[in-house]
């Protein structure tokens, strides 16, 4: 079975600071990887996915995540974080492309002061 | 892209009606269709798996009786909190994939039931 660890609960970062979010990841084979985004009371909105290919994965709003299949990370960057950035992220892992549901992390909640 | 509309955003109701929950997918055919539900400052946590024309499958300790879940179409999934309790009180999200294709895991937008 699949699972996710991200080690990190809380970031505070400076608006205008880079920032990296964490996320390890155990699974067998090569996984489908993906980053997702929530706003208070909403739902989660897909900011990049990883399946195969360029292991540098360009997402919305200026997020970029990397695969590291040596580190089974998939760690989340952004060069410059704007205020509207705070939120809670959240990676997750899948399998057996729309068959299985996603298996989610615990989520990084991001706070970005100004 | 695609967009699953989830419906209502939010709900309340009293203790011992039941609620239904719309999800439907726009424009691609969701053959599958995750639940979740979701407790404050928390993951996300499945409650089930169903796929089009079939019964759901459902995670451990989740009442089926309770949370029943249908998906007779493509496009739409319904999640039913039936005899609802304080306890059923969170904020529950759908879930669509295509098995073939690139729409998979798109979430709608939440519904927060709230039960007095």
């Known amino acids: 079975a699949q699972s996710v660890t991200q080690p990190d609960i809380h970031i505070t970062v400076s608006e205008g600071a880079s920032l990296e979010l964490r996320c390890n990841y155990s699974?067998?084979?090569?996984?489908?990887l993906f980053w997702y985004v929530q706003s208070p009371g909403q739902g989660l909105q897909l900011l990049l996915k990883y399946f195969s290919g360029d292991t540098l994965v360009q997402g919305i709003k200026g997020f970029e995540a990397e695969f590291k299949r040596s580190q089974s990370s998939f760690n989340l960057r952004k060069p410059s974080v704007h205020w509207s950035d705070a939120a809670e992220y959240f990676c997750a892992v899948g399998a057996e492309w729309g068959r299985r549901a996603l298996t989610f992390g615990s989520g990084t909640r991001l706070q970005v002061q100004p | 892209g695609a967009v699953v509309s989830q419906h209502p955003s939010w709900v309340i109701c009293k203790s011992g009606t039941s609620v239904k929950i719309e999800c439907r997918s726009l424009?691609?055919?969701?053959?599958?269709m995750f639940w979740y539900r979701q407790f404050p400052k928390q993951s996300l946590m499945l409650m089930a798996t169903s796929n089009e024309g079939s019964k759901a499958t459902y995670e451990q300790g989740v009442e089926k009786d309770k949370f029943l879940i249908n998906h007779a179409s493509l496009t739409l999934s319904t999640l039913t909190v039936t005899s609802a309790h304080p306890e059923d009180s969170s904020f529950y999200i759908c879930?669509?994939?295509?098995?073939?294709?690139?729409?998979?895991?798109?979430f709608g937008s939440g519904t927060r039931l709230t039960v007095v």
């Open positions: 879930s669509a994939s295509e098995r073939q294709g690139d729409y998979g895991y798109t």
């Open positions: 424009d691609f055919q969701a053959t599958t």
């Open positions: 699974y067998g084979a090569t996984p489908y």
